[in-house]
C-alpha cells in the first residue's frame, strides 16, 4: 500500500501597521512648551516643557518622525523632540548673531532655520547630528527671515520687509538663486506655502493678500486679495487643491483660495474669543487654526464647509499659540 502524505501550510500572517497622525501646538511661554493633540478627539495627548531659557516656541516643522520646535531666543535654538514620549533629544545651537529662529522647514533629509535677522540668515541642520552644515545669508535689506517653505528641490523664504520679498535658495550650496519682490503695497512676507507647482506668500496688510509665483522665474502670476476686515496674513497651508490664509483679527477668520484665480470661495469665522490666528496647518483632510488667546486655543476646521468640527483648549498656561505642525507616527 502506497502511504499519501501532505504538508499542510499555514495561512499567510497579514501585519498591519496603523498610522495615527497628531497636531501639535507651540506656545508664547517661558519656557516653550509644545502639546501633542489628537485630531479626532481634540484632546491633549501630552507636552513637551522645554529646558530652562528655551522660551516662545516661534516655530515647528516635522521630520523622519520627530518634530522640531524652534525659540524666541539669541542665539536662536531649535530643538528636536521625540513625539512619542515628548522628551528633548537633542538641541541646536546657531552661530552667534543667528537669533530667534521665526521660521523651520525641512528638505531632503535637513533641516532649515530661519531667523529674524539684518540681514535674513538661514540655517542647513543635520536632524542627526543637530549640527550646522551651511548658513544661507541674504542680499542686504533682506531682513527678518520669518517665513520658510520647500518645493522642486528648493528652499524658499519670506522677509519681512516693505515690500515684501521671498528668495529661492539652493540648499546644496545654500546660495541664492533668485529673488521675487512684491508689488508695492504687498509689505511683510510672513507667510508661505507650496500647492500644484507654485509658492504662495501671505502678507501682513490690511487687507491682507496673497500672491501666487512662478518659482522658476520667480514672477508675479496673481493676486489674492482679501475682503475688507480680513488683515494680518501670518501663515498659510494647502490641503485638498486649495490655500488656506489666515488672519490676524476679532474673532479670527480663514478663507478657503482658488488658486487657479486667486478668489475667495469661502470663509471660516471663529466662536467668540478665538483671536487673532497665528498658527495654520493640514492633516488628514482637515484644517487646524491657532489662537493668540490664554489660554491658547485651536480649531478643527471642515473645510468643504468651512465650518468648526471642535476646540482644543489648552491647559492653563499654556498662552498664546504661535505655531502649528503635524506628523503621522
Given at each position: 500500500?502506497?502511504?499519501?502524505?501532505?504538508?499542510v501550510?499555514?495561512?499567510?500572517?497579514?501585519t498591519?501597521?496603523?498610522?495615527?497622525?497628531y497636531?501639535?501646538?507651540?506656545?508664547?511661554?517661558?519656557?516653550?512648551?509644545?502639546d501633542?493633540?489628537?485630531?479626532?478627539?481634540?484632546?491633549?495627548?501630552?507636552?513637551?516643557?522645554?529646558?530652562?531659557?528655551?522660551?516662545?516656541?516661534?516655530?515647528?516643522?516635522?521630520?523622519s518622525?520627530?518634530?522640531?520646535?524652534?525659540?524666541y531666543?539669541?542665539?536662536?535654538?531649535?530643538?528636536?523632540?521625540?513625539?512619542?514620549?515628548?522628551?528633548?533629544?537633542?538641541t541646536?545651537?546657531?552661530?552667534?548673531?543667528?537669533?530667534?529662529?521665526?521660521?523651520?522647514?525641512?528638505?531632503?533629509?535637513?533641516?532649515?532655520?530661519?531667523?529674524?535677522?539684518n540681514?535674513g540668515?538661514?540655517?542647513?541642520?543635520?536632524?542627526?547630528?543637530?549640527?550646522?552644515?551651511?548658513?544661507?545669508?541674504?542680499?542686504?535689506?533682506?531682513?527678518l527671515?520669518?517665513?520658510?517653505?520647500?518645493?522642486?528641490?528648493?528652499?524658499?523664504?519670506g522677509?519681512?520687509?516693505?515690500?515684501?520679498r521671498?528668495?529661492?535658495?539652493?540648499?546644496?550650496?545654500m546660495?541664492?538663486?533668485?529673488?521675487?519682490?512684491?508689488?508695492?503695497?504687498?509689505?511683510?512676507?510672513?507667510?508661505?506655502?507650496?500647492?500644484?507647482?507654485?509658492?504662495f506668500?501671505?502678507?501682513?496688510?490690511?487687507?491682507?493678500?496673497?500672491d501666487?509665483?512662478?518659482?522658476?522665474t520667480?514672477?508675479?502670476v496673481?493676486?489674492?486679495?482679501?475682503?475688507?476686515?480680513?488683515?494680518?496674513?501670518?501663515a498659510?497651508?494647502?490641503?485638498s487643491?486649495y490655500?488656506?490664509?489666515?488672519?490676524?483679527?476679532s474673532?479670527?477668520?480663514?478663507?478657503?483660495?482658488?488658486p487657479?484665480?486667486?478668489?475667495?470661495?469661502?470663509?471660516?469665522?471663529?466662536?467668540s474669543?478665538?483671536?487673532?490666528?497665528?498658527?495654520?496647518?493640514?492633516?488628514s483632510?482637515?484644517?487646524?487654526?491657532?489662537?493668540?488667546?490664554?489660554?491658547g486655543?485651536?480649531?478643527?476646521?471642515?473645510?468643504?464647509?468651512?465650518s468648526?468640527?471642535?476646540?482644543?483648549?489648552?491647559?492653563?498656561?499654556?498662552?498664546?499659540?504661535?505655531s502649528?505642525t503635524?506628523?503621522?507616527?
Open positions: 500500500m502506497k502511504a499519501n502524505f501532505y504538508i501550510c499555514p495561512s499567510p500572517v497579514t498591519t501597521t496603523t498610522t495615527v497622525s497636531v501639535f501646538a507651540g506656545y508664547v511661554t517661558s519656557p516653550g512648551r509644545v501633542k493633540i489628537n485630531p479626532p478627539t481634540m484632546t491633549l495627548v501630552k507636552t513637551f516643557t522645554a529646558p530652562s531659557g528655551h522660551n516662545i516656541v516661534l516655530s515647528l516643522t516635522s521630520l518622525g520627530y518634530v522640531f520646535a524652534g525659540y531666543t539669541n542665539p536662536g535654538r531649535v530643538d528636536k523632540i521625540n513625539p512619542s514620549t515628548m522628551s528633548l533629544v537633542k541646536f545651537t546657531p552661530p552667534s548673531g543667528h537669533n530667534l529662529a521665526a521660521a523651520l522647514t525641512c528638505l531632503s533629509g535637513y533641516l532649515f532655520a530661519g531667523y529674524g535677522t540681514p540668515h538661514v540655517d542647513k541642520i543635520d536632524p542627526s547630528t543637530m549640527s550646522l552644515v551651511k548658513t544661507f545669508t541674504a542680499p542686504s535689506g533682506h531682513n527671515a520669518v517665513a520658510l517653505t520647500t518645493l522642486s528641490g528648493y528652499v524658499f523664504v522677509y519681512a520687509t516693505v515690500p515684501g521671498a528668495d529661492k535658495i539652493s540648499p546644496s550650496t546660495s541664492l538663486v533668485k529673488t521675487f519682490t512684491a508689488p508695492s503695497g504687498h509689505n511683510y512676507a510672513t507667510g508661505l506655502t507650496t500647492l500644484s507647482g507654485y509658492v506668500v501671505g502678507y501682513a496688510t490690511s487687507p491682507g493678500r496673497v501666487k509665483i512662478n518659482p522658476s520667480m514672477s508675479l496673481k493676486t489674492f486679495t482679501a475682503p475688507s476686515g480680513h488683515k494680518f496674513v501670518h498659510l497651508t494647502s490641503l487643491g490655500v488656506f490664509t489666515d488672519y490676524d483679527t474673532p479670527g477668520r480663514v478663507d478657503k483660495i482658488s487657479s484665480t486667486m478668489s475667495i470661495v469661502k470663509t471660516f469665522t471663529a466662536p474669543g478665538h483671536n487673532n490666528v497665528y498658527g495654520l496647518t493640514s492633516i483632510g482637515y484644517v487646524f487654526a491657532g489662537y493668540n488667546t490664554n489660554p486655543h485651536v480649531d478643527k476646521i471642515n473645510p468643504s464647509t468651512m468648526l468640527v471642535k476646540t482644543f483648549t489648552a491647559p492653563p498656561g499654556h498662552t498664546f499659540v504661535r502649528l503635524t506628523l503621522a507616527i
